[in-house]
């Protein structure tokens, strides 16, 4: 299944920029980078349960905003895409945990 997730971290403090930089590489190690602060990440329902886990032991939810969105599918009818850069597929056996 498809996610998208979205994030918002204060980084007024050097704390909050640790903590961007944090929730940055977990969304990496599960998806693709779409936009700075959006990920695509294709999970099984395990993966996403630690994809959930991971990213909330990392944000304040006093400070920060973390949505996530699922896509129904089939996801390449569901998304429109314009601009540059364009997301490349991986079969999530190439991402890396």
Same mark, same amino acid.
């Given at each position: 299944m498809w996610f998208v997730v979205c994030y918002d971290v204060n $980084?007024? $403090?050097?704390e909050? *920029? *640790?903590r961007l930089r944090r929730v940055a590489q977990v969304c990496k190690n599960y998806g693709q980078r779409v936009q700075k602060s959006v990920f695509e990440?294709? /999970?099984d329902e395990i993966k996403y349960e630690q994809l !959930?886990? !991971?990213l909330l032991k990392e944000v304040k939810l006093d400070q920060d905003n973390l949505r996530l969105y699922r896509l129904t599918e089939p996801r390449d009818k569901r998304v429109e895409e314009y601009g540059a850069i364009r997301t /490349? +597929? +991986?079969?999530?056996? $190439?991402? /890396?945990v």
């Open positions: $980084t007024e $403090t050097k909050g *920029r *640790r990440c294709q /999970v !959930r886990k !991971r /490349v +597929f +991986f079969d999530e056996d $190439t991402l /890396v």
